[in-house]
């Protein structure tokens, strides 16, 4: 082990919420280690993305690179529910200025946002491998270990941001999660060279099976399509069990659709396909003394929604402001990071809740419509506007970009307490000139 390093903020993971985390904070002024254990780009599966997350990519200064780089995204094409057409949900119909999203190539999109963090001012290191995690007496968490070109650093720092993913290398020791049986799920999933769109060519395909599960079909760009079945993993492990292979049960996922099965040739199918866990799971606390979680990392929902990259950045940009506040006064930290994480944990609420009520395939469109216009009813009276608010994360804007680590309870109480401690400075002034 050389010297200890020290940081105002370390950050384990240089993911979409690692990045944006480290940058911001690096952009105030902190000093801040991002520690990232694979060399970028690395694939990574997440790669449709909501308009939620555009005033984010503006405050990054991405959005005309994310607009060259990437292709746009209009809304969400679904087969969904009892209805036996299949309907969509346009991002513009929100009414917010934000009309399109984008489908991303991930390893792009992550060395892009990487790359940001470093131009913020984040030290940025690629190839390093936390390890461990370094806890005091107290239970506060004080730094990190970890390997780089086969040496092994300690780094200490006052903050630790868990945005390892789901590694959750920092909150599988601080927290206990509760993992959503109901949403036990695993993905399939493969890419096409060649295909037919469907009649709204860039939106994103959302089609239920018969039988169960679900597809996804993401048209990365005019030669590239990206095609996953999704299916709980019980119904997984017993077709597994029949002596189906996992090419086989996608297959069978692709045969049983109504219009996947009409966009690609089958035949096409790759060999091998990739597979991951897809299991919601949600932290019981994003954050303790030394250390905050955000991304998935902190809490995961079912992509359905294409929610995960949102969610998880928007989760670092709240952290990244709570964060500033607990460094610049301790005496504020966990006022700010209470609120940070009561914020964060309303927006995974109320995606996961309403995955939920969606994954139930027996409902007509307007009854999942008007579900989601209660969970949005600050933002419209309107139930197709409040679906396509809820999901693409419009909804719940406000109270990202306006978000007030201190709110105004928190106001009250530093006022109250720096006018305290004039009264006792002039009093000890008082005292010390009569004297
Ligand atoms: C099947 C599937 C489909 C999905 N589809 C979508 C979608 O269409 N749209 C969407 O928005 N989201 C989607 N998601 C979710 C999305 O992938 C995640 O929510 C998102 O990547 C979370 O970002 P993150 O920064 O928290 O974590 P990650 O992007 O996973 O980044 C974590 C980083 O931490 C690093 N790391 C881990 N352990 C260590 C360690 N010990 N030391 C150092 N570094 C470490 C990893 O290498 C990684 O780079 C999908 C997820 C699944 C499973």
Redesign the pocket.
């Known amino acids: 082990m050389t010297d200890i390093q020290s940081y105002d903020v370390v950050v ?7 990045s944006t985390v480290g940058g911001l904070l690096a952009r105030s002024g902190h000093r801040v280690l991002i ?4 060399k970028f780009p ?1 694939y ?7 308009t939620g997350m555009t005033p984010l990519m503006e405050e990054l200064g991405l959005v005309e690179e994310l607009d060259r780089r990437f292709q746009h995204k209009s809304g969400i094409s679904l087969r969904w529910g009892k209805d036996p057409q299949p309907w969509r949900s346009d991002f513009s119909s929100t009414g917010s200025v934000y009309s399109h999203a984008w489908h991303v190539t ?1 390893s792009e999109l ?1 060395e892009l946002m990487l790359d940001n963090a470093r131009t913020l001012g984040a030290t940025v290191l690629e190839e ?4 461990e995690v370094l806890v005091a007496d107290s239970g506060a968490v004080t730094g990190l270990v ?1 390997t780089h070109a086969g040496e092994r650093y300690q780094v200490d720092s006052r903050y630790v941001v868990d ?5 959750r ?1 920092v909150a599988r020791r601080t927290t206990e999660t509760q993992w959503q049986d109901d949403l036990r799920n695993v ?1 399939i ?1 493969g890419y096409y060279d060649t295909f037919t769109p469907i009649e709204h060519g860039d939106d ?1 395909l959302c089609e239920a099976i018969e039988g169960g599960g679900w597809m ?1 079909a ?1 048209p990365l760009s005019k030669d590239k399509l990206s095609m ?1 079945l ?1 299916l709980p993993a019980e119904q997984l492990t017993e077709l597994l069990r029949e002596g189906l292979s996992q090419r086989d049960i996608y297959l069978r996922g692709l045969a049983a659709s109504n219009i996947a099965k009409t966009m690609v040739n089958a035949a096409d199918t790759q060999a091998e396909l990739s597979t ?3 299991w919601s799971h949600l932290s019981d606390t994003f954050h303790g003394p030394g250390w905050v979680a ?4 902190a809490a ?1 929902v079912d ?1 359905l929604f ?8 928007s989760g670092a940009w709240l952290a990244a402001r709570a964060l500033n506040v607990a460094l610049a006064d301790p005496a504020h930290a966990a006022h700010a990071l209470q609120r940070f994480d009561g914020v964060y944990r309303q927006l995974f609420k109320d995606i996961l809740t309403y995955v939920r009520f969606f994954m139930d395939p027996n409902r007509l469109r307007e009854e999942y419509m008007e579900r989601a216009q209660e969970v949005t009813q600050m933002y419209t009276t309107s139930s197709r506007v409040g679906f396509i608010a809820l999901i693409s994360g419009i909804g719940a804007v406000a109270d990202l970009v306006d978000f007030d680590p201190m709110g105004m309870e928190g106001l009250v109480e530093v006022m109250t307490e720096r006018t305290e401690q004039a009264k006792a400075r002039m009093e000890a002034e008082a005292a010390a000139a009569t004297v």
């Open positions: 384990v993971g240089g993911g979409p919420a690692g520690l990232e254990r694979e690395r990574h599966i997440g790669e449709s993305l909501v991930r992550d390093a491998h936390v390890t970890y945005a390892s993913g789901q590694s290398v993905a999933w994103i996804w993401i996953g999704v991951a866990r897809d955000v991304g998935d990392a995961f992509p294409s929610s995960g990259v949102w969610l998880g950045s």
